[in-house]
């Protein structure tokens, strides 16, 4: 089992920052990739940001040159830096992890709780 705790959401003006974090903890042997996602009330989930546990990254386009990826492998945690902030960027947030528990397993979906992200106009 491996449990996901996520953190720094809030509300913050339009042009604002924010950093989110997600922890990973339980039965890990490896992390693969690590990833956040967005859902919006009234629209499903949205791919958001992902890294590899070699640091190859992606993003969204509705993201690209304002978020950015980050992770600490000896932490098991990933950040989302968020820089000008839109109203259109409000959403609830989800951490996302491949992860196994031995190394016979294969990796499996892990989600976070969510964290809610605001930001007014």
């Known amino acids: 089992q491996v449990q996901l705790v996520e953190s720094g959401g809030g509300l913050v003006q339009a042009g604002g920052s924010l950093t989110l974090s997600c922890a990973a903890s339980?039965?890990?042997?490896?992390?693969?990739?690590m990833g956040w996602y967005r859902q919006a009330p009234g629209k499903q989930r949205e791919f958001v940001a992902r890294?590899?546990?070699?640091?190859?990254?992606n993003y969204a386009d509705s993201v690209k040159g304002r978020f950015t990826i980050s992770r600490d492998n000896a932490k098991n945690t990933v950040y989302l830096q968020m820089n000008s902030l839109k109203p259109e960027d409000t959403a609830v947030y989800y951490c996302?992890?491949?992860?196994?528990?031995?190394?016979?397993?294969?990796?499996?979906?892990?989600w976070g709780q969510g964290t809610q992200v605001t930001v007014s106009s």
């Open positions: 996302n992890t491949e992860a196994r528990t031995s190394y016979s397993d294969p990796y499996y979906p892990s």
């Open positions: 339980g039965s890990i042997f490896s992390i693969n990739a």
């Open positions: 890294i590899t546990y070699g640091g190859s990254t």
